[in-house]
């Protein structure tokens, strides 16, 4: 049965099915008997693992390919007709001979396998901040996690009518070869290809590729943001909600920050953190002058290492069911485990390159060997998470209160500081950055800048997403406050000053009077800061010498910081909005 009359949608397919040559092609109807009939036909190919369904019910497990754990950024292009277009931030390749490099590894690719059709909308379906988008795929592991991470299926299409828009996304694993792998954007042609992965951030192409690369694109074109930050509504005592949106690099607690759970003393209170998002939002100015969000999707695709019932109980208790795990080690007992879980270490298992794994394992250079991948993951519904926000599906969005930039320095940015403004903030999310640590990279204390948390996902020149984002504040007439926070300053013996985890709320209960007007700050050469006394640090254990030492700033490190952020601005040349210099050249007169 023709599921649509769309003439540019089927013809599309018809044209990708030449080029990849499948041998069936099926359709995905969003229901729960499609998606049991591909999970059998999954365990049948080996391709998913179903696990012990007593402690772990609608729950299954997947492995990718040794070579394929990650997102490949070397391999990630934009294709603009001009270099320029894509900045010196992003890779860029021209697009037609994007496609014909593409077209050669895609060709036949599908050959011995079927294409799914998967019709999925970025947002609540039908809301005028949604998109839509159809990808084409030879994954079932792709069709689960797209059910999950987006709403899939027929009343899609219907939405979609016979002639509206849509982002076109081709995907193939095709011989998972990382020589013949690319994952290629083109703004300017509202389409997206990807080959030779089947890991999800490569794969999942409502996710980053849409959501972020293609839609920050759509965004500067249609005067909206589309941003890599969590939402999340702050419920005070007399049940107000302030709607917070927060950009952070990886490795900042992102995710743990969008389901967090309030100390003792807060909860006393009655606060509650409700969870929107943990990692993109759209955001559009309505017409009270405000600016709305959505959360354009309906999962979480998290990272599982460190994961447990103190770091982040509330994803814990989302995993329990219903849960795509990938790259974890397995257990006998038919569950999984991964280095940082709650319980004992197993005894054994089954790691997840497939090997037989024991604690103390080491190869050949001494190294531990792990048995979850450092980036092994879980897909969970959204609305499984205890701190779901009743809004999470409003068509008409949450308004943004206040915006804020996180990073990871050791000794330079205080625990909480406010923008002057609009414009200072966007500088301020411009000069974003974190101090890489040794575990990660082995280049310690090296700063990595990432403006906005965007450097990675920007589908266009990173200088014009800035003056985007300056020209959004023009068009404001009640604009969110803008912050930024450092949970990972350190003393003199590199311990964490800072407790974090859930007494990060008591850094948002700050943010969250100055957006009601409630408390003055005073005023530093980098901006606003808390007096000591609007902080509540009860039942903390925290000496008020190491609150100023969160809150102190040292004028020579940051004239060191500004020559360095001068550095970093030097690449984008004359296309950097002159707003950007003009703040530089303050903060140097207001640190001399």
Not at 88 to 109: I, L, Q
Not at 290 to 312: H, M
Not at 451 to 470: E, K, R, T, V
Request: hydrophobic share 40%; with cysteine; charged share 20%.
């Amino acid at each position: 049965m023709l599921k649509t009359n769309h003439k540019e949608l089927l013809s599309w397919i018809n044209e990708m099915a030449r080029m990849c040559q499948p041998d069936d092609i099926i359709w995905i109807d969003g229901s729960d008997e499609q998606k049991k009939l591909l999970q059998s036909e999954a365990f049948q190919t080996g391709e998913l693992i179903e696990l012990n369904q007593k402690v772990l019910p609608g729950c299954v497990y997947h492995r990718t390919a040794i070579n394929d754990v990650a997102r490949t950024e070397h391999l990630t292009y934009i294709c603009t007709e001009k270099k320029e277009d894509a900045g010196p931030t992003n890779n860029w390749m021209e697009p037609k001979e994007a496609y014909k490099k593409a077209a050669s590894f895609f060709n036949g690719s599908m050959r011995g396998r079927k294409m799914y059709v998967i019709p999925f909308s970025m947002g609540p379906i039908g809301s005028k901040f949604s998109k839509i988008g159809v990808e084409l795929t030879d994954s079932i592991y792709v069709v689960l996690n797209m059910l999950i991470m987006t709403k899939a299926g027929d009343e899609v299409l219907k939405v979609l009518g016979n002639d509206g828009i849509f982002t076109k996304c081709l995907h193939s694993k095709a011989d998972l070869d990382i020589n013949k792998r690319l994952i290629l954007h083109f703004p300017q042609d509202n389409t997206i290809w990807s080959v030779g992965s089947g890991y999800g951030g490569n794969v999942l192409l409502g996710k980053k590729c849409l959501s972020l690369r293609i839609a920050s694109y759509l965004g500067k074109n249609e005067g909206w943001l589309a941003e890599h930050m969590l939402i999340i509504g702050i419920e005070d005592s007399s049940g107000n909600v302030t709607y917070i949106a927060g950009a952070f690099p990886s490795a900042c607690g992102k995710t743990n920050l969008a389901m967090l759970i309030p100390p003792e003393p807060f909860k006393k209170l009655g606060y509650k953190v409700l969870t929107i998002g943990d990692d993109i939002a759209w955001m559009r100015i309505k017409e009270d002058g405000r600016l709305w969000a959505v959360n354009p999707e309906t999962g979480f695709f998290g990272v599982l290492p460190g994961t447990n019932s103190k770091t982040n109980p509330n994803a814990i208790k989302t995993i329990q069911k219903n849960t795509i795990y990938t790259n974890t080690l397995l257990k006998e007992d038919g569950t999984v485990w991964w280095e940082g879980a709650d319980g004992p270490v197993p005894l054994s298992g089954i790691d997840w390159t497939g090997k037989p794994w024991k604690p103390g394992l080491t190869d050949e250079d001494g190294k531990p060997i792990y048995g979850a991948n450092p980036n092994s993951r879980f897909t969970a519904p959204i609305k499984q998470c205890p701190s779901i926000s009743p809004l999470v599906d409003d068509p008409e969005g949450v308004p943004i209160s206040a915006i804020i930039f996180g990073g990871r320095r050791a000794t330079l940015a205080p625990l909480i500081y406010q923008a002057f403004n609009w414009q200072h903030g966007v500088f301020v999310g411009s000069i974003m950055a974190s101090e890489i640590t040794a575990a990660q990279y082995g280049a310690q204390g090296k700063v990595r800048r990432d403006p906005m948390a965007m450097i990675p996902f920007c589908g266009y020149n990173m200088a014009d997403y800035f003056s985007h984002w300056l020209n959004i504040g023009k068009k404001i007439k009640n604009p969110p406050l803008i912050f930024h926070v450092n949970w990972f300053r350190t003393d003199e013996k590199g311990n964490f000053i800072w407790p974090g985890f859930g007494d990060n709320l008591r850094v948002l209960e700050w943010i969250v009077k100055r957006c009601n007007n409630e408390i003055p700050a005073q005023e530093t050469p980098i901006g606003y800061i808390p007096y000591l006394k609007d902080l509540n640090l009860s039942g903390l254990d925290i000496s008020n010498d190491d609150i100023k030492k969160l809150l102190s700033i040292n004028n020579l490190e940051w004239i060191d910081e500004a020559n360095q952020i001068k550095e970093f601005y030097s690449q984008f040349k004359d296309r950097l909005p002159v707003e950007l210099e003009l703040e530089l050249n303050s903060l140097l007169k207001r640190l001399s």
